[in-house]
């Protein structure tokens, strides 16, 4: 799928006037670590839906990924290079890179089933995907002050089941803690 000129390539707007969304985001050092294990030997990285660049590890040649000219800008000078496109046609060779990863961006994909084909057709060796399971989102205790955004929030969220079927049986879930002093305003 390509991107429609005007729209959003997934299920929020980024590029909307007013918001400042990479201020809302700062990557955490705990889960940038935890990432940074994930992809393993990987030596070159494509960062899918990559926003301002939260998660991409500094220790790694890295290539981003963003359809939002918004969150482009947003990227820090110096940050990893940035290709306009979207998840579901990735403009990139079989196996070009060493791993794909995918922080906080899945669920906003309007066709999951191709965006996983394609970091799977691009990935070498690894796969590292940062959602969140939809069958804990009511348990997050965050959400007790918000039951309606915790509903739309656990729709939005593709199944695990669905994600471990797509991606193969090698699959491993591993679940990332929200420390307590989270640098991360995500949601
Ligand atoms: C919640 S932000 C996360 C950004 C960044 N990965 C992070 O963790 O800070 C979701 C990002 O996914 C991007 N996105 C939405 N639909 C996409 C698609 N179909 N293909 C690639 N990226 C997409 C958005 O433009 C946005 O930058």
């Not at 500094?58 to 000219?69: G, I, K, N, Y």
């Amino acid at each position: 799928m390509t991107q429609e000129p005007g729209k959003p390539a997934g299920d929020f707007d980024y590029d909307q006037p007013g918001l400042r969304y990479a201020a809302m985001r700062q990557a955490d050092p705990r889960i940038a670590e935890q990432i940074r294990v994930a992809l393993g030997e990987a030596r070159t990285v494509l960062n899918v839906g990559a926003g301002s660049g939260n998660y991409e590890p500094a220790d790694r040649t890295v290539v981003a990924l963003e359809p939002s000219a918004s969150q482009r800008a947003q990227r820090p000078a110096g940050a990893a290079p940035c290709v306009i496109g979207t998840a579901e046609a990735l403009p990139f060779d079989d196996k070009s890179f060493d791993a794909v990863m995918a922080s906080l961006t899945i669920h906003q994909w309007p066709d999951l089933e191709r965006g996983i084909a394609e970091q799977k057709r691009v990935a070498r060796r690894r796969i590292v995907i940062l959602t969140f399971d939809p069958a804990r989102i009511a348990s997050f205790w965050f959400y007790g002050y918000l039951p309606p955004q915790a509903n739309a929030e656990r729709k939005r969220m593709p199944e695990f089941s669905r994600l471990a079927a797509l991606l193969g049986p090698d699959t491993l879930f591993e679940t990332v803690p929200v420390p307590l002093d989270c640098t991360d305003g995500f949601n």
